[in-house]
Structure formats: structure tokens, C-alpha cells
């Protein structure tokens, strides 16, 4: 909601988008990069993750750029990311675009050790799909945080 509607009046261009199931172009498309690597950076940071929903189809196969479990969608008035900050101390997100890469640090005056499992299977039920159940472990200050991220479903077209 913060971002807006994506419009070339505002500023976005096109870029790849899944519309309906299927890799295409479209204006503000690419802002799931954008979300992923924000998403990554509060995974990883120890926040608590408030909404966060996959994509539904893994039409990248092995060229992902984020592994499976890892990925953050969004659709304007639809799908949102959300985290907050559940530690006692401020934090500090910083990002860096050079080129082609981006660099994105969460800065805090706390020491965590933050570990993720991302387990990846195909579904039973229906062929075709992956389950992907992802689980961080999270320490700091003497306590330990075990969260169950939730399981992702994938259509993956690749597998057909």
C-alpha cells in the first residue's frame, strides 16, 4: 500500500510480470524483485514476517533468483509484504543500486544469528506442484526464536 499503483505516471516501467499464471511484461512489473530482496533482508534480520505471500508459478525453474520459499510477491490493493521489528533496539535498512546488483543491509545494535531451512518437495496430491516448507531459527541475546514460516505451493511447469 505504501508503494502505490504501479503507472507510468508515477514513475514505473515495464518489466517481467506473472499475469494470470503466465510470464509476461507489464508496467511495474519487477517490483517482486524489490519485495524478495526486502522480504530476504527481514528473513534474515530476525523480523517478524506479518503477510508475505509466493508466487504461484515457478516459471523461472533453476534461473530463480531466490530460491524457493524466499520469494515475496505483491499486487497492488492485493497481496502485501509485511514485517515488523520485534527487537528492543531501532533498526536501519540501507540499500545500494550499482549497475545491475543491489546491495541491502539491515543494521541494528543487537548481534543475531539467524538460520532458514527451506525444504523443497512435489507435491503428492497434484502433479506438477512443489511444497516448499521454510523454518528459521533465530537467537539473540541469550533467547532462541523457532518460527514456522508456512508452507508455499508452486505450479511448476517445468516439471510437466
Known amino acids: 500500500r505504501i508503494v502505490g499503483r504501479p503507472t507510468e505516471r508515477a514513475g514505473y516501467g515495464r518489466a517481467a510480470a506473472l499475469k494470470q499464471g503466465v510470464l509476461t511484461e507489464d508496467i511495474g512489473g519487477a517490483l517482486c524483485l524489490a519485495s524478495t530482496l526486502l522480504y530476504n533482508v527481514a528473513l534474515l534480520g530476525g523480523m517478524e514476517i506479518v503477510e508475505r505471500r509466493c508466487h504461484s508459478v515457478d516459471s523461472y525453474g533453476s534461473a530463480r533468483y531466490f530460491e524457493l520459499g524466499r520469494d515475496a510477491a505483491v499486487e497492488y490493493a492485493y497481496i502485501d509484504l509485511r514485517f515488523r521489528n520485534p527487537l528492543s533496539v531501532p533498526l536501519l535498512l540501507a540499500a545500494e543500486v550499482d549497475g545491475d546488483s543491489v546491495r541491502t543491509e539491515l543494521r541494528a545494535a543487537a548481534l543475531l544469528t539467524v538460520h532458514t531451512?527451506?525444504?523443497?518437495?512435489?507435491?503428492?496430491?497434484?502433479?506438477g506442484v512443489l511444497r516448499v516448507h521454510t523454518v528459521?531459527?533465530?537467537?539473540?541475546?541469550?533467547?532462541?526464536?523457532?518460527?514456522?514460516?508456512?508452507?508455499?505451493?508452486?505450479?511448476?511447469?517445468?516439471?510437466?
Open 136 to 160: 528459521r531459527r533465530v537467537r539473540w541475546d541469550g533467547d532462541e526464536r523457532l518460527d514456522d514460516l508456512g508452507w508455499s505451493m508452486y505450479h511448476a511447469p517445468w516439471l510437466a
Open 117 to 127: 531451512d527451506v525444504l523443497v518437495g512435489e507435491a503428492t496430491f497434484a502433479p
